[in-house]
């Protein structure tokens, strides 16, 4: 026995001066992995960035298996910047790590069995996805040119519902440089910047707030002062999120304070145009240049915009395309008698909706008519719900 002993300790020294190649390989830490996918996708850095131009911030750990938090480049300090970023959650894997972005497809399945993730959490992302697509209508009825056929937000404008702020910025980009125009820049007011939409928050960096929703939506805010240290917060629509500013502590530029404002969906910012917040509707003629509708009334840089609150999915907005008002109907078509009329810029609710007459309204031809709350009638071609088809099932 003695003789077997000193023979295995005799090996001992042998075992231990393995070359590393042999020995396991450390695991690539998580602010590692998470770089570099963040660096690796433009759509999120907008520009060529270094290691040394991003923040990555590890708010929840577990047992050296699980992580959630926040991944941020940094903008240049230029006209326009902004940083970009994401939400993540990234989970071990042999010697490396999953990880996984807000609104990528991955990143619901990993937080759904994530334990450093909420219940609350896990809920809205389950629920991102894409928008629904269009319903088809009669041959030759005009198609309006949205996203998969839906622009409802459910969002109201980032500041109190009934009060007006200034548009200072028409849409541009989010980071000043690349994508599409995604974000609109507001002022005035009481300064203080409010939740589009309930969801979850989360505190990019300093000045930078991010609100991720339903449906696959996420809004961001930006230059923001006095702001909330958000980790997964859950907040309502009007929530406080922070004040108007000029921070630029993650770079960029800001000559005034305001918010800088952007609209994201699925892992990406979308075009501002042609969504619905807060009972207006954006459009883009420009760099920084636009306009916003609510019914026919128009509003350009420098204008003032109230805010009317989110439009429901089944709701619209009566745009009377320049007109004063717009005939309710007993039934789906001019055949009907007219039974009142409801002014330019109203909201209403949309019970079905059904194929009538033909007309010619702001986004085109229609022939759908939607039966109202109130068992009226209207074209389709003179309400603006966002969505080209019936918002609440047909009649």
Not at 4 to 11: D, E, S, W
Not at 148 to 155: A, F, L, N, S, V
Not at 314 to 329: E, F, L, M
């Amino acid at each position: 026995m003695a003789a077997i002993l000193t023979a295995v300790l005799a090996l001992a020294p042998a075992v231990l001066a393995l070359p590393a190649t042999a020995q396991a390989a450390p695991r690539t830490s998580v602010t590692t992995a998470v770089t570099d996918k963040l660096l690796g996708q433009t759509a999120l850095t907008g520009r060529g960035a270094g290691p040394d131009e991003t923040r990555v911030k590890v708010t929840r750990e577990k047992g050296g298996r699980w992580a959630f938090g926040t991944a941020v480049v940094v903008a240049p300090k230029t006209e326009g910047a902004a940083p970009t970023g994401a939400v993540f959650v990234a989970r071990a894997k042999g010697d490396g790590w999953t990880v996984a972005f807000d609104g990528e497809p991955a990143f619901a399945d990993l937080a759904a069995d994530s334990p450093v993730v909420t219940a609350e959490e896990k809920r809205i992302f389950a629920s991102a996805g894409t928008a629904a697509a269009a319903e088809p209508l009669s041959p030759g009825d005009f198609v309006r040119p949205l996203a998969g056929g839906d622009y409802r937000t459910g969002m109201a404008l980032p500041w109190s519902t009934g009060a007006s702020w200034t548009m200072t910025g028409g849409p541009h980009q989010w980071d000043g440089a690349s994508g599409p125009y995604s974000s609109v820049d507001f002022a005035g007011g009481d300064q203080a910047v409010r939740a589009t939409r309930a969801g979850a928050a989360y505190t990019m960096c300093s000045g930078f707030v991010r609100v991720i929703h339903d449906r696959g939506y996420a809004s961001d805010y930006y230059h923001l002062t006095g702001h909330v240290n958000a980790n997964g917060t859950s907040v309502s629509q009007g929530t406080f999120l922070g004040n108007t500013g000029t921070n630029v502590a993650c770079g960029g530029s800001a000559s005034g304070r305001h918010v800088h404002f952007g609209l994201r969906q699925n892992n990406a910012y979308v075009p501002i145009a042609d969504h619905g917040i807060g009972g207006w509707v954006f459009y883009s003629t420009g760099w920084y240049e636009g306009y916003a509708m609510h019914g026919s009334t128009t509003r350009y840089n420098g204008g003032a915009l109230h805010n009317y609150g989110a439009l429901g999915l089944t709701q619209g907005i009566v745009d009377a395309n320049g007109g004063g008002s717009v005939n309710k109907r007993s039934g789906p078509g001019t055949g009907y008698a007219v039974v009142g009329s409801v002014a330019d810029g109203t909201t209403v609710t949309v019970s079905c909706s059904r194929n009538g007459t033909t007309h010619q309204g702001r986004f085109g031809t229609s022939s759908l008519w939607n039966r109202l709350s109130d068992g009226t009638w209207i074209s389709d071609a003179y309400l603006w719900t966002g969505y080209n088809g019936a918002v609440n099932g047909t009649c």
